[in-house]
């Protein structure tokens, strides 16, 4: 069974997609469980990965990389995540934010924070969320005040990818408080974890996408030059509204993959499971219930496509990209679910695929937006 079948993905993405593919079978999906198990980071699937030039690829050829678009991206992440999606995780949150200093930082930044990404000597993460603030992004509140040719950023984030294992991160803070323009009181800065009075620690184990690690960072009085500050005081917001357009589509493609691992083992499991003398399979209700998964899958990929081309145009792009979020990331949790009773008591057993994915399906449908966050963003933007 091939669901994650090529015909729908535009062409110059094959390419990308059958290189990711390979390295999937060859570095993903053979380590997957044993990861998965160990909670632990891993660095030597990312290695390889850097050196395959399927990590951090987003970055445009003049800053060292090879400036795959929207739709090779897409390809790539739904054979990564059906293959694994805590390694998969570790694998995208390497450039994760880069996008918003080579859309609107300087040369400058680029030459010294971009390019070591894309050349694989050095990984990033994104720092949005705070311990007490997920959803709400003007509502943030880590703070970076100007102090001479420096800015000092005081503050916590949660939940941030790489916290720990980067060398840098993209960090949106606060900038201003003006009550009537809540959308622009925050700006975006580039901020070395090496630098003093930045502090990160392991959130707690995770039940899901186990082979990725999350921080706790602190800022205490973190001193950084004028410098990393990317664009404009006051555009933080605008530029991620922007980026999560993208990584939507993005997260669409962890749904789909996770659905396609999901719809897999539930296929081959109700083939060879034997219950009053015939293969489970045999009963319609499981042929129904199989037959659900695919409608799911399929009209969820369909529309992600879909998404991904307008969202690749700018043509109302908050709308598809959240259309395509909340769809495909369900479809993951229902067919995930479905596949779990298709197991019956094997379901729960921990060496399980179906485990895995099951766990792992209830992530997509909160980061980068609880799913609710995406219906606002339907009804808001609808053209
Ligand atoms: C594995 C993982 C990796 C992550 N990586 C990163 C990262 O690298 N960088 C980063 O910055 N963040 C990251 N996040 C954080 C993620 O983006 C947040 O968890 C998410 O935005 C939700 O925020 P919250 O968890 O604080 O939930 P809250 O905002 O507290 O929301 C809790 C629940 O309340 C409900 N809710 C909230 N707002 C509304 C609303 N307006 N309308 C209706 N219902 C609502 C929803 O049911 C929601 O699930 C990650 C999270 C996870 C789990």
Known sequence: MNLLDSSIVPEHAHEIK???REFAREHIEPNAQEYFQAGEYPHEILEAGQEAGLVAQDIPEEWGGRGLDLPQLLALTEEFYRADAGIALT???ASFGCEITYEYGSDDQCEEYIRPVAEGDQISGLAVSEPETGSDLAGMQTRAEKDGDEYVLNGEKYWIGNGVEADWITLYARTGDDE???????????VP????GYEAEHIPEKMAMRASKQAHIT???CRIPEENLIGHEGAGFMMLADFFNHGRVIVSGHGLGIAAAAIEEAWEFSHDREEFGRTINEFQAVQHGLADMLIDFESARSLTWRACEKVANNDHAGYWAALAK???????????????QFHGGRSILDERRIARVYRDARIPVIYEGANEVQRNLIYGQVP
């Open 219 to 221: 800022f205490d009085d």
């Open 180 to 190: 009537d323009n809540r959308y622009g009181n925050h700006s975006m800065f580039i």
């Open 18 to 20: 059958d290189e990711a």
């Open 326 to 340: 909340t769809t495909a990331t369900e479809a993951a949790v229902d067919v995930s679910e479905q596949g779990m």
């Open 193 to 196: 974890t090496d630098a003093e």
């Open 91 to 93: 694998l995208q949150l």
